[in-house]
């Protein structure tokens, strides 16, 4: 197990940043929702004096009675269940945990419930579309379930039936949640990539699903240029051999290529939703990992598993519902997609923003908040920092008053960032920095709207989530950096991965290090006053603006250059909240690492995958360090480039040139002082 970093606890703070005041903590949906939970389910009786001490009291129930808790949630939000359950929880250890044994159910006849006939909201909007041109597009509740009966109508016409694989290459527009609802209401398995995405890099983890529809968009437009994915489509329908059908989805007006389907022929009828009961465990999509050390593994998580999860963290922490709208910026290649479009398991309306984050200026996503009301504004702390630094004024410059909430993920929230939103959007604003993972599609600790925020800290462990800080020896630690770990099952932890039958890769990924409990390569530290560190990932994962994207895929661009003997693409995280994402070369004998072969690599990097990830340097090296069995050392690098002392991040008898390790160690040293140069230390 690679060390902790060294860093201290956080100093205590007697005043937080912002704390909600009474009426704010008794409208909140948790409050209400613990009083039914003590009414009806066991749950400890709130006492309302210390809000703090009730929802502590509320989290150790949900985690030591998860049958009572999951209930609650289920009984909370009027889960309908088709086929009721014999019970909640049959088996509770991990992996292999039976949540609602017997059950059967929809997700999608949840997500459409407000546009059922004879809703009141049926007319108000589920969907505002916004493009660069920041000008909100409405799909009501109505329309949303009449496109999506008509689409689901059509893909049991095309054959696909429960447990099929459908795919959708396509950006965030209404377009891609008709696709996804319509395929969840048949029983099928959906899967997307964002259209950024290389075609290498979509087959790499489509055809390990195969999937018998494909939805493809003809381009779309970013940055205010219009980009084209005709070519890359036709690769995409040459690589997946087990399409019967490939739909057409013209955003940029082109009519539909040879042989494939037009998109408003299959939404064009005035058809209810049919909606297929399935087990609770059956699969609902397909997340995929990063792939670091090679294909990304294929998360397969549940329809039920999913509603109730979401349902909790959406309609509870995120204190979601009727008339809310949550905007959060994210393409349909990332997990909070996926969290984005469960807003209509509440009645929230999705804001779905399909742009550039910084076009046609850097306070786009607060221009796109303001002009579509939303109550609960999500994005990266990257773009909470870029606004600073751009001399970003929110709160000046717009109208920001239905904003309660601006939440970040993708990377931890510095102190900075903090202090800056409240400073610039409002000192009343509810600063909610979460964690979580596209291995759960959901949050392990964040958003309570009913506790005080202290900068830097996320508010607490989510409700039904048993967060640690493990030890090596798997001793919990408190105040304390540790791997963090969840000790009880969550419904929407994975119900294994594709193409896994044994189980044996999902069990390494997240069990091997210590047996029946969940470790998730972030490091933590839990406080004693109850709130959340993070510190950054223990593994090599990278993670840019958000979008997680793994080393393998940079190799396979880079390393495909003539001039490029060996690669190594390392992430790192910075004190000053700042991310860092070098590529180190090791070049072909009589290779130049000039300008223009650093354009070809970055020009390789673009095409192939996404423009999101470009190196921020590339810097040649003598020899890329390796494992005894030839893996890259990417993680005891990393640990280096934080300024770990060499004999602490690795063991150098694994290695087999440790010598090429000091080179790594000099450069972390030559950075710290240009560091401290620059912030004036």
């Known amino acids: 197990m690679t060390a902790s970093p060294d860093a201290p606890p956080p100093p205590e703070q007697p005043e937080p940043l912002w704390r909600p005041n009474a009426e704010r903590v008794a409208a909140a949906r948790l409050t209400r929702f613990h009083a039914f939970a003590a009414a009806g389910h066991g749950a400890p009786a709130p006492g309302g004096a210390d809000p703090a001490a009730d929802y502590a009291a509320l989290h150790r129930w949900s985690v030591t009675e998860l049958g009572a808790f999951w209930g609650a949630v289920a009984d909370w939000f009027d889960v309908r269940f088709t086929t009721p359950p014999r019970t909640v929880l049959a088996n509770a250890t991990m992996p292999g945990a039976q949540w609602f044994p017997g059950a059967t159910l929809n997700y999608a006849e949840h997500a459409l419930r407000e546009g059922a006939p004879g809703s009141l909201r049926a007319g108000e909007p589920a969907l505002l579309r916004v493009d660069e041109r920041h000008e909100p597009e409405p799909v009501s509740f109505a329309e949303l379930r009449r496109r999506t009966g008509s689409l689901a109508a059509a893909l049991r016409g095309l054959g696909v039936r429960a447990g099929d694989r459908v795919g959708g290459y396509l950006p965030n527009v209404p377009e891609a949640v008709v696709a996804l609802l319509a395929t969840a209401a048949v029983g099928a398995v959906w899967t997307s990539c964002a259209p950024d995405f290389g075609a290498r890099s979509v087959l790499d983890r489509f055809q390990q699903v195969e999937p018998v529809v494909l939805f493809a968009v003809d381009g779309y437009r970013y940055g205010g240029r219009v980009h084209d994915r005709t070519e890359t489509v036709a690769e995409l329908r040459r690589g997946l051999p087990t399409l019967r059908a490939v739909v057409h989805v013209p955003l940029l007006g082109t009519p539909p290529p040879e042989g494939a389907l037009a998109w408003d022929e299959l939404t064009g009828s005035d058809t209810e939703p049919e909606f297929t009961p399935v087990p609770f465990d059956h699969p609902l999509w397909v997340l995929y990992s990063s792939g670091t050390t090679g294909l990304p593994k294929a998360i397969v998580q549940s329809q039920g598993g999913i509603l109730l999860e979401h349902l909790k963290q959406l309609g509870l922490h995120c204190d979601l519902g009727a008339g809310d709208r949550l905007f959060w910026y994210t393409s349909t290649g990332w997990m909070m997609w996926n969290f984005l479009v469960s807003a209509l398991l509440t009645g929230t309306t999705a804001v779905l923003y399909d742009g550039s984050p910084g076009h046609p200026d850097a306070a786009a996503q607060w221009r796109v908040a303001e002009r579509t009301r939303a109550t609960l504004f999500g994005t990266s702390a990257a773009y909470v920092l870029a606004c600073g630094k751009a001399d970003v004024h929110p709160g000046r410059d717009f109208d920001l008053s239905a904003t309660r909430c601006v939440a970040t993920t993708g990377s931890p929230l510095p102190p900075d960032g903090f202090r800056w939103l409240r400073d610039e959007v409002g000192a009343d604003l509810w600063i909610a920095s979460v964690s979580g993972g596209t291995d759960v599609c959901s ?222 160690q000099r450069l972390a040293g030559e950075r710290a002082v240009v560091s401290a140069a620059d912030y004036g230390e």
């Open 443 to 664: 949050c392990f600790a964040g958003a309570v709207p009913t506790l005080p925020v202290h900068t830097g800290e996320l508010q607490a462990p989510c409700l039904g989530t048993d967060l640690r800080a493990f030890g090596p020896d798997g001793r919990p630690l408190v105040d304390e950096v540790g791997e963090l770990v969840v000790t009880t099952p969550m419904p929407s932890m994975p119900i294994g991965f594709w193409n896994d039958p044994d189980g044996s890769r999902y069990r390494e990924s997240y069990f091997a290090m210590f047996p029946g409990v969940w470790r998730h390569g972030d490091w933590t530290t839990l406080t004693s006053r109850g709130t959340v560190v993070i510190h950054g990932r223990s593994d090599s994962t990278l993670n840019r603006q958000g979008v997680r994207m793994g080393s393998a895929d940079i190799y396979e661009a880079v390393e495909r250059l003539p001039e490029i003997h060996e690669s190594l693409v390392i992430g790192v995280e910075r004190p000053d909240g700042g991310y860092w994402m070098p590529l180190f070369v090791r070049l072909a004998e009589g290779a130049v690492l000039d300008d223009g072969l650093r354009e070809r690599v970055r020009a390789a990097i673009r095409s192939a995958l996404s423009p999101r990830h470009l190196p921020d340097e590339i810097i040649e090296i003598p020899g890329v360090p390796h494992t005894l069995t030839g893996k890259r050392l990417e993680v005891p690098v990393k640990r280096l480039l934080q300024g770990a002392a060499l004999e602490s991040a690795v063991n150098p008898g694994s290695v087999d040139n440790p010598e090429l390790l000091r080179f790594f």
